[in-house]
């Protein structure tokens, strides 16, 4: 979005004018009106997003929505027809009054513009002016002719009150020349509507003359307008109230009137005022939009909040019970043992609890009170060199705020949108295309699917997974190709291609070098065959013969090889390869490929021990004829394809009228046949491609982009293709919809939770039983649904989750994403590091296959590895190619996730292991806690001076975070990465550091330490048998993991009940890993919307 | 010689070959050691014949009349760490021009180098020399000065072209050049302590043939006979006469002063220096520590080179380090890309190294290694501050078929 200034907003102090005329100052001590942004044209209709700490407002003649935020300060929100007054209704969403267009307006979650009113019996509004929402969801808004260039339809400006969930519209006040500023009070007994006075515009010349004034009037209980109360002889444009009941209005400034009527402040501004709203964390920042500019004020009282569907008054507004308990149990407590640290002068940790505001009805806010109440519940806070409080003081404060959570749950699930759209991951999209319609759809391929933003490893936050034109682009691009694989013009034929080296002599394959030449003219299932001979290196390691795609410098499939020279095998690859041009690689570790070298060395041999090496080539075999390196001797490879597999064939049939061909309808009689089996056809199409049953509607507006193609002259298949595209390229198919917009509902019913589910365990759409379950309306039956988890466990499908769940709970997507030092780490290799990521995936399907305790994540005896992995671990391996169970003994050094190379190499930064790192994975990953970041401008850690004796990156860090500022954190992240001190940067086990730099030896590491509750461990064993002790915690933390994987969100406090309930449901079964899963999806979390 | 492990039988015959043969696994394959130089033949002669490219030669021996007339040429080969001195410097084969004479030490073919040298024809045999390969090679200048001993002139008579000269034993302070290790008189038959004349060669009053051809040199200047005064201090470099067969010689160059052996030690220093750093300094492999994901760790030692070369690879330690397959030749192939850079690991001064090496052993570490890194391997070594220079073509190998004709001499007649 253009910004309209630069980054740091522009701040101006200027110098306030307030005149004070009751007792009590309602502007903030010592508080300046201070401008915001300006360049703009006419800025009106303020209105304060909580849950994005965000200001909306307009610029009229710009035809724009602004915002304004503390970080960004004022840019271009998006384009209106001349907004002007703005609210939120009660689910959050934003009204707005248009004048261009003459509307009300509202802004749906997804960003659709849906078009309240426009006119009222037929006849078109003025031009809306400004709104208030009323807490039975009801929008009374103004509408005199400022925004009108023309004459007007209506006979009069009214006052209209719309219930946008008939339609109704009806004039609550006829009787003023020129409405604008409207405003409930905060119990709704009242209504003020600002009148600018008489104008010549009116209709009605009796209005001509009539004088400006701000007008009170009764509001019964089923908010029926009363008689008027008083007026107020004075016009106004935008008007606000605060939880006092004060009227605040804007008339050359602005002026407070107590709710009598009476004048007590006012408040210059330097331009002119058009409207205000309150906003900020508190409610007590009042935003003044003047003419060209934004304006802010801090102030005493917070404003009344729109946007909530509470009892009539405001939320924030605490009762004076509840004021009374927190200043008798609270407020003392705070005070003395939090805001020394946590107030204006001095916010530790940039937390400020002094303006900590009491609206539990926010997620954001009441976020913030559960760390607040997780601090001094877990001793982390007050700092244990400040007095401590009493246990009793502890309690009370502790309940008080876990009360007021629980009272503000129904308000902070009330907020929520009746209908969440959450986009699939590129990876769901590949899965859920090739289950509908058995085409290999590879997302990651460029050009292909947008990559997804990660929320600490989580790929499918709906929250994150925004829609831009890029990915509709891609979308529709997508659809294409997958339509044109599954239903070709002709179906290609599979051909079978052998190159053979020259007999007796067979081909050599160093490490890293490329040979032959495998042509793939259409994307497709190939089947490579190759005969093969794989010798180990002279040190035991094992070749590996991979399917090398020359274009994207990857590998697509391979395998080790161990076959003796005079007894070869054939290998066979089944697998999926893009339309370009492969070849085959040894993927063992070294780079064989400096300059002329590889030209001079000879790549064809009868036998090893008659090879003749030329000088200037690779040295491959030692001085005794053994072979350096792995190698391969290839006698021939083939190659067959495209293959269809009849399971594929039979995903699609359904779909496709056979009656439509490349040809057009030769009668009108068969033209209409083949319209009945289009819409059949493509009824069933998106059942399925949308997990639901389509309206008539629906398939009617697809039917008809057939019937339109078939109009402008194309051909009855490419037009049904069309409108196969156009539902592979609807929202309702890349996104998983769960709710309805009629009516607010907190659980997800049967379609919803068979998407749910599928999603969840298959990453992709429900099969045809999920659907027959979904259908009978019986799949959220308990044992339904168990039987249909059982089911699905035990499909192959599951292994989507298998790879995909832990793959990202553990963040595994970091390994290697800071390239270790090929002169540091020489025999590091692309192969090496893939075969870490499937350790940690086979290790977790193995605790999954046998129902094994979540207690082996953190320490076992045993772990899944390969020849390569074997062998950067030093453990004894048998020769054999693939993945092993192995035991572990206490001399390896192993077992459990936490030292498994791909956890402990993820978070070093290529040259080095990082501890302070290695200790925040540790908090996210096992505890579910992410510390805060850093402070800027941390000064980074300085190589050992070569005079000075050497130090490990441990030492180093100590003497770094002295700073009282940087300990505080430091002391809590630090020891959780200090355990694992014994392990380089790429997983290997050592006992002292290796230290460029610097005299002496390399010193001894240090794997000892104290946890944050004062737990002492030594080494890495110990420290697994700490977290052992706290099982509870982390498997809570767990299940939050899976939660968050399954539902898509973020967990809330919210949510706390329920995971501790399935945690205590799979202790039973000593935290099977199965179990855990199965409760999971049994637990009403599951269904929550 | 001493024995040679079978494992560098094997390395030998990789070189010798070209063709790989299974060895048997031996534990630490190290280089074959430097020759003894105590257990050396003397033979001294004229060159007659060079093979610069190959480091191959023939000297018409001295005084042996019946061989002078009929027998053929005594051919050989340069060791590939043999030395070669002319005019008191180090220098190659290819520096001595043709007709110098020179004082060589030899030893028999190593194992696996039996057919560098072929065999004389069957109506030749009795000439047949079996010490065939060159451990040291000096002309008269290198080899009398270095010995300690120099020439007074005693008579010289321009009319009838002769010229007396008696052999003076120098004081020791007038010994140039040659570390204390490595003073071969010291070590090989026919030297002598320093301050004693030598015990082969000529070691008595001698009357040489000397005329118009001989180059006689004082100062920097190129003079007349008349210029040589008896009394003067000479060295000379002989060359054939008419009387070669009854053991008579020619003086091919006398250096009359100081100042004129200084200055031609000096020129040919330098030339040898500019050599070393175009074709890069030879040493060989002593061992390789192979790593199975690519590189290793190799030892080598470098050969006998003069000091300026090991200064200046010294001061580039830190840099990379070029390292080029080479042959028992010391021939390269296209050196300037058939090389890998190593990283240096370890600089080691050996004490008293023998005849041949330069008492430099270094250990380098590898990204790559070519197949001729082999232990025993001949290679050449490069500092980074040395400039590439392309050899002319006929000093490279080429091919296997290149390499095989570069194992063994041709004999020219």
């Not at chain 2, 920097?220 to 201090?233: A, T, Y």
């Amino acid at each position: 979005m253009k910004r309209l200034l630069p980054c740091l907003w522009m701040i101006a102090l200027i110098g306030q004018a307030v005149l004070a005329v009751g007792d009590t100052p309602l502007v903030a001590e010592g508080a300046k009106v201070i401008k915001l942004g300006g360049d703009m044209k006419f800025t009106e209709g303020p209105v304060w997003l909580p849950d994005q700490r965000k200001l909306i407002f307009s610029d009229i003649p710009n035809s724009k929505w602004m915002q304004w935020t503390e970080d960004g300060g004022v840019s271009v929100y998006r384009p209106s027809e001349q907004a002007n007054g703005n609210i939120l209704d009660l689910e959050g969403r934003l009204i707005s009054c248009q004048h261009l267009a003459r509307n009300l307006v509202r802004i749906e979650q997804d960003g659709e513009i849906t078009v309240l009113a426009d006119r009222f019996e037929g006849q078109r509004f003025n031009s809306p002016n400004d709104v208030a929402v009323r807490s039975d969801g009801t929008l009374w808004f103004t509408d005199p002719p400022w925004g009108l260039s023309e004459p007007g339809e209506l006979p009069g400006h009214f006052v209209f009150k719309l219930d946008p969930q008939t339609g109704k519209i009806e004039v609550v006040i006829d009787n003023l020349a020129m409405p604008n500023g409207i405003v409930f009070s905060p119990d709704e007994t009242r209504l003020y509507v600002a009148d600018t006075g008489g104008n010549s515009r009116h209709p009605d010349p009796a209005f001509h003359d009539l004088p400006p004034g701000i007008h009170c009037y009764e509001v019964s209980k089923d908010g029926q307008l009363g008689k008027k109360l008083f007026t107020i002889p004075e016009g106004s444009d935008g008007l606000k109230v605060d939880v006092k009941g004060n009227l605040y209005t804007t008339h050359g400034n602005v002026k407070i009137y107590d709710p009598a009527g009476k004048l007590l402040e006012q408040i210059d501004v330097p331009e002119a005022p058009a409207n205000l709203c309150f906003g900020g964390d508190d409610y007590k920042t009042l935003f003044i939009t003047a003419r060209t500019s934004l304006y802010s004020v801090r102030m005493v009282n917070p404003g009344v909040k729109t946007g909530v569907k509470t009892d009539a008054k405001p939320a924030d507004s605490p009762s004076p019970a509840e004021q009374d308990e927190f200043e008798v149990n609270v407020l003392p407590f705070f005070n003395a043992h939090c805001l020394r640290c946590h107030d204006a002068q001095q916010p530790q940790g940039d937390f400020r609890l002094d303006t900590l505001a009491h609206d539990f009805g926010s997620q954001q806010i009441a976020e913030r009170w559960a760390e607040v109440l997780f601090r001094i519940s877990s001793g982390e806070m007050p700092p244990v060199t400040e007095p401590q409080p009493q246990a009793a003081e502890l309690g009370r404060v502790s309940e008080w705020i876990s009360q007021r959570l629980k009272e503000g749950e129904a308000a902070r699930m009330a907020r929520r949108g009746p209908v969440t759209l959450n986009r699939l991951s590129r990876e769901e999209y590949s899965k859920t295309v090739y289950d509908l319609l058995g085409v290999h759809f590879d997302p990651t391929m460029p050009g292909a699917l947008n990559e997804d933003p990660r929320w600490h490893g989580f790929d499918r936050i709906g929250a994150l997974l925004t829609l831009s034109p890029s990915h509709v682009e891609r979308y529709l691009k997508a659809a294409d190709t997958v339509l044109q694989q599954a239903f070709p013009l002709e179906q290609p034929s599979s051909t079978t291609n052998r190159q053979s080296a020259p007999s007796p002599q067979r081909w050599l394959i160093y490490p890293s070098l490329l040979h032959g030449q495998i042509r793939i003219p259409t994307s497709g299932l190939y089947r490579i065959r190759v005969q093969l001979s794989g010798l180990t290196s002279f040190q035991g390691r094992l070749p590996r013969l991979s399917i090398w795609n020359s274009s994207l410098k990857r590998p697509e499939v391979g395998q080790d090889v161990l076959a003796a020279e005079d007894a070869p095998t054939v290998i066979e690859f089944e697998a999926y390869l893009p339309q370009g041009s492969f070849q085959l690689i040894n993927e063992a570790p070294g780079k064989l490929d400096d300059g002329p070298t590889p030209g001079a060395t000879p790549t064809l041999l009868t036998r090893v021990q008659d090879y003749r090496p030329n000088p200037i080539g690779y040295k491959l075999f030692l001085e005794d004829g053994r072979s350096i390196f792995p190698l391969l001797l290839v006698d021939w490879y083939e190659y067959e394809g495209p293959i269809v597999p009849e399971s594929d064939l039979r995903k699609r049939k359904d779909f496709f009228p056979a009656s439509i061909s490349g040809s057009s309808a030769s009668d009108a009689q068969q033209q209409e046949s083949q319209r009945r089996e289009a819409r059949e056809c493509l009824s069933r199409f998106m059942a399925r491609a949308w997990r639901r049953p389509p309206t008539v509607a629906e398939v009617d507006r697809y039917l008809d982009v057939f019937d339109t193609e078939l109009q402008s002259g194309e051909n009855p298949r490419s037009a049904y293709l069309s409108a196969m595209a156009g539902v592979l390229t609807s929202r309702n198919f890349y996104y998983v919809v769960e709710g309805s917009a009629a009516a607010q509902r907190e659980r997800i019913d049967d379609w919803e939770l068979a998407s749910r589910l599928s999603y969840f365990l298959w990453s992709s759409l429900p099969d045809d039983e999920l659907i027959l379950q979904a259908s009978r309306g019986e799949l959220h039956q308990p044992n339904v649904l168990q039987q249909q988890v059982k089911r699905m466990l035990a499909d192959e499908k599951f292994g989507r989750f298998l790879a995909a769940f832990p793959q990202q709970w553990l963040q595994l997507h970091r390994v290697g994403q800071f390239p270790p030092d090929p002169e540091i780490y020489p025999d590091y290799d692309k192969w090496l590091e893939r075969s870490m990521v499937l350790e940690s995936t086979h290790f977790f399907s193995d605790v999954f296959a046998r129902n094994a305790s979540l207690r082996e994540f953190m320490s076992s005896d045993w772990t899944i590895l390969n020849a390569r992995l074997a062998m950067h671990y030093g453990i004894e391996f048998p020769q054999q190619a693939g993945f092993h169970r192995v035991s572990l003994a206490p001399r390896d050094q192993r077992g459990g996730l936490l030292t498994q190379a791909a956890v402990l190499s993820l978070t070093s930064d290529g040259t080095r292991h990082r501890p302070v790192h290695r200790g925040v994975w540790v908090s996210e990953a096992i505890f579910g806690r992410t510390p805060p970041p850093p402070p800027p401008n941390v000064e980074p850690l300085e190589p050992t001076p070569s005079d000075k004796p050497k130090a490990t990156i441990r030492d180093q860090l100590q003497a770094h975070a002295t700073h009282a500022i940087c300990a505080s954190c430091h002391q809590k992240i630090d020891p959780l990465g200090f355990a694992f001190e014994n392990y380089d940067a790429i997983g290997r086990w050592r006992t002292t550091e290796k230290v460029t730099g610097g005299l002496g030896d390399d010193p001894l590491v240090q794997a000892g330490g104290a946890l944050p509750d004062g737990r002492t461990y030594d080494g890495p064993d110990q420290f697994k048998k700490r977290l052992i002790e706290d099982l509870d915690r982390f498997v809570e933390s767990f299940i939050e993991q899976l939660a968050t994987y399954a539902l898509r969100r973020v967990m809330t406090i919210d949510d706390a009940p329920q995971i501790r309930a399935i945690a205590n449901a799979s202790k039973n079964d000593d935290y099977g890993l199965r179990s855990i899963i199965q409760n999971s999806v049994a637990s009403p979390l599951f269904q929550q919307r | 010689m001493q024995a040679i492990s079978r494992v560098a039988i094997g390395a030998a015959m990789l070189l010798a070959s070209g063709s790989f043969a299974l060895i048997a696994a031996a534990d630490e394959p190290v280089a074959p050691p430097f020759a003894d130089p105590s257990k050396a033949r003397y033979i001294s002669g004229e060159l007659v014949y060079i093979d610069a490219v190959n480091r191959r030669a023939g000297i018409r021996l001295d005084g042996d009349e019946n061989r002078y007339y009929t027998g053929p040429p005594h051919w050989f080969a340069l060791l590939p760490y043999a030395c070669v001195w002319h005019h008191g410097a180090r220098a190659e084969l290819r520096d001595l021009p043709l007709g110098t004479h020179v004082h060589g030490h030899f030893i028999a073919p190593p194992a696996g180098e039996e057919a560098t040298i072929p065999s004389l024809p069957d109506d030749k045999q009795q000439f047949a020399i079996a010490e065939n390969h060159a451990l040291l090679i000096e002309d008269d200048f290198s080899y009398y000065q270095r010995r300690g001993q120099a020439w007074n002139v005693v008579s010289v008579d321009t009319a009838k072209e002769k010229i007396t000269l008696k052999p003076i034993a120098l004081p020791p302070a007038a010994i140039a050049d040659a570390p204390t290790a490595n003073q071969p008189h010291a070590v090989l038959p026919g030297g002598g302590q320093a301050g004693e004349l030598v015990t082969a060669g000529i070691n008595t009053s001698f009357t040489f043939d000397i005329d118009e051809r001989s180059e006689i040199w004082q100062g920097s200047q190129w003079v007349e006979l008349s210029q040589i005064r008896p009394g003067d201090s000479v060295q000379f470099n002989l060359t054939w006469c008419q009387g070669w067969g009854q053991g008579e010689f020619r003086i091919g160059r006398l250096w009359l002063d100081e100042a004129s052996r200084t200055r031609a030690t000096e020129r040919q220093r330098q030339r040898h220096v500019q050599y070393e750093r175009e074709r890069w300094t030879a040493g060989w492999i002593d061992h390789i520590e192979h790593f199975d994901y690519g590189g290793g760790i190799v030892t080598l030692t470098l050969f006998d080179v003069d000091p300026q070369i090991i200064a200046e690879l010294s001061q580039d330690r830190d840099e990379r380090i070029a390292v080029a397959v080479s042959h028992k030749t010391r021939r390269t192939w296209f050196h300037r890309a058939d090389r890998k850079f190593a990283k240096l690991v370890e600089w080691k001064n050996l004490e008293s190294p023998p005849l041949g090496s330069s008492g430099v052993q270094l250990k380098l570490q590898f990204v790559e290694l070519l197949a001729g890194y082999t232990p025993g391997g001949i290679v050449r070594v490069k500092a980074e501050s040395w400039k590439f220079v392309s050899m002319p073509p006929e000093e490279r190998l080429t091919s296997a078929p290149d390499q095989e004709r570069a194992n063994r001499m041709v004999l020219p007649w």
